[in-house]
C-alpha cells in the first residue's frame, strides 16, 4: 500500500510568516513530487514539483527533498491570507509515468 | 499553457438519471486522463485512468459499469455516471497529463442527486 502522509492541520501562522508544510511518502522508487493547493469547493492547483533532491525555489514558494529520508516539504515565505488553503502533496507512484498518489492535505490557515 | 476544461460545473439532477461530463485538454494533447472523486473533507481518490484509444484502467472498488470512461482522442475523456444515486453525490475532477509533464486539472464538477 503505497502512502503518502500529511499533518491535517489547520496549521495557523500570522500574515509575514513562514508556513512550513510536510510529507511523507512510503514508495521509495517514487521519483516526482508535487504539490498542490486546493482552495475550499474548488479543485488542485499546481504550484511545485520537484525531482531530485535539494531545495527549488519559485517566488515565494521553496519545495525541498530528501529522498533518504522519503519526505518533501513546501516553505511558503511572507505568508498572505490568500495563501489559506489546503496543501495536497502528490508523489508519483513508481513504475508509472504520471500517476499520482496524494496525501489527505494541510489546512492552512493565515491570520491577519 | 496547461489548460484543462471540464463540464459542466453542477449537475443536479433526480435519481436514476445518468450524467455525462466531459473534459478537454485546450493547448496540449493530453496521453492519459485520470478521473478523480472527492467527498467533503477528504482526499481525492482516483477512480480511473483513461488513455486515448484503450479501455480505462479502474482503482479497485470502481465499478466500470456504473463510470464508464471514453477517451475518444488526445483532447477529450468523458465520464459517465450511470443511474445516478444519492450515494454518487460527490465532487468530480478530471485531470490531464502530456507524457512527462505534472497533473493539471479541470475544475471539478459538483453532483448532486437528488
Known amino acids: 500500500q503505497k502512502e503518502v502522509e500529511q499533518n491535517s492541520g489547520p496549521l495557523s501562522v500570522p500574515e509575514g510568516a513562514i508556513a512550513s508544510l510536510n510529507c511523507t511518502y512510503s514508495?521509495?522508487?517514487?521519483?516526482?513530487f508535487f504539490w498542490y493547493r486546493q482552495y475550499s469547493g474548488k479543485s488542485p492547483e499546481l504550484i511545485m514539483s520537484?525531482?531530485?533532491?535539494g531545495d527549488k525555489e519559485d517566488g515565494r514558494f521553496t519545495a525541498q527533498l530528501n529522498k533518504a529520508s522519503q519526505y518533501v516539504s513546501l516553505l511558503i515565505r511572507d505568508s498572505q491570507p490568500s495563501d489559506s488553503a489546503t496543501y495536497l502533496c502528490?508523489?508519483?507512484?513508481?513504475?508509472?509515468?504520471?500517476?499520482?498518489?496524494f496525501g489527505t492535505g494541510t489546512r492552512l490557515q493565515v491570520t491577519l | 499553457g496547461a489548460v484543462v476544461s471540464q463540464h459542466p460545473s453542477r449537475v443536479i439532477c433526480k435519481s436514476g438519471t445518468s450524467v455525462k461530463i466531459e473534459c478537454r485538454s485546450l493547448d496540449f494533447q493530453a496521453t492519459t486522463m485520470f478521473w478523480y472523486r472527492q467527498f467533503p473533507k477528504q482526499s481525492l481518490m482516483l477512480m480511473a485512468t483513461?488513455?486515448?484509444?484503450?479501455?480505462?484502467?479502474?482503482e479497485q472498488g470502481v465499478e466500470k459499469d456504473k463510470f464508464l470512461i471514453n477517451h475518444a482522442s488526445l483532447t477529450l475523456s468523458t465520464l459517465t455516471v450511470t443511474s445516478a444515486h444519492p450515494e454518487d453525490s460527490s465532487f468530480y475532477i478530471c485531470s490531464a497529463v502530456d507524457r512527462g509533464q505534472p497533473q493539471h486539472f479541470g475544475d471539478g464538477t459538483r453532483l448532486s442527486i437528488l
Open positions: 520537484i525531482y531530485s533532491n
Open positions: 502528490a508523489v508519483n507512484e513508481a513504475g508509472t509515468a504520471s500517476k499520482l498518489t
Open positions: 483513461s488513455n486515448e484509444g484503450s479501455k480505462a484502467t479502474y
Open positions: 514508495d521509495r522508487g517514487s521519483q516526482s
